[in-house]
T-cell receptor, first 113, second 115 residues
Framework: DQQVKQNSPSLSVQEGRISILNCDYT??????FLWYKKYPAEGPTFLIS?????DKNEDGRFTVFLNKSAKHLSLHIVPSQPGDSAVYFC????????????FGKGTKLTVNP | SAVISQKPSRDICQRGTSLTIQCQVD?????MFWYRQQPGQSLTLIAT?????????ESGFVIDKFPISRPNLTFSTLTVSNMSPEDSSIYLC????????????FGPGTRLLVL
């Protein structure tokens, strides 16, 4: 049973517009959430994280929103750039980012010039 | 952030053989992790490797199939034993962020194809 779900395998947006990637989870014990970006033939690169005590965290063009009641989080990228084209993974942990991470299957984002 | 390298970057192996994957970090870390990403699937944690103690395996993974060594604070190996085509995956090591302990940094991965 998948505890972290990314229901959109792919997303295509125009350069300069907003990209919204979604993630749902089922395990109410998760208290820390992370987003990673992965280019082909490379390992995942950490983007941004959020603790369950917050509902929003922002870092430059990237903002993560957490809705605990809905067990849902989203990553917003504004403005989107062609270099953002990659696979984005949502991950969750019960004890912070230095413990076991449970990943979703990823969403492939394509930003068109 | 830590700089992590893995060897080999890719390999093609025959079923029944074993492959040892190396993970080297440029700084000392307490916790190292080994993940697997099967085709079209998410990353799944195989085991956690702490220096000086036995690795802790996740459900569905056993030491006989995936023996792990952790001889020091900058190095670990994962062996995929008696391989079958179902072991074809990307194998990734990761390390904790010693500063914030709020994330893990990943190596580039080892792409394994078993024929």
């Amino acid at each position: 049973d998948q505890q972290v779900k990314q229901n959109s395998p792919s997303l295509s947006v125009q350069e300069g517009r907003i990209s919204i990637l979604n993630c749902d989870y089922t395990n109410s014990m998760f208290d820390y959430f992370l987003w990673y970006k992965k280019y082909p033939a490379e390992g995942p690169t950490f983007l941004i994280s959020i603790s369950s005590i917050k509902d929003k965290n922002e870092d430059g063009r990237f903002t993560v929103f957490l809705n605990k009641s809905a067990k849902h989080l989203s990553l917003h990228i504004v403005p989107s750039q062609p270099g953002d084209s990659a696979v984005y993974f949502c991950a969750a942990s019960e004890q912070g980012g230095s413990e076991k991470l449970v990943f979703g299957k990823g969403t492939k984002l394509t930003v068109n010039p | 952030s830590a700089v992590i390298s893995q060897k080999p970057s890719r390999d093609i192996c025959q079923r029944g053989t074993s492959l040892t994957i190396q993970c080297q970090v440029d700084s000392q870390v307490t916790m190292m992790f080994w993940y697997r990403q099967q085709p079209g699937q998410s990353l799944t944690l195989i085991a956690t490797a702490n220096q000086g103690s036995e690795a802790t395996y996740e459900s569905g993974f056993v030491i006989d199939k995936f023996p792990i060594s952790r001889p020091n604070l900058t190095f670990s190996t994962l062996t995929v034993s008696n391989m079958s085509p179902e072991d074809s995956s990307i194998y990734l090591c990761s390390v904790e962020d010693r500063g914030s302990q709020e994330t893990q940094y990943f190596g580039p991965g080892t792409r394994l194809l078993v024929l």
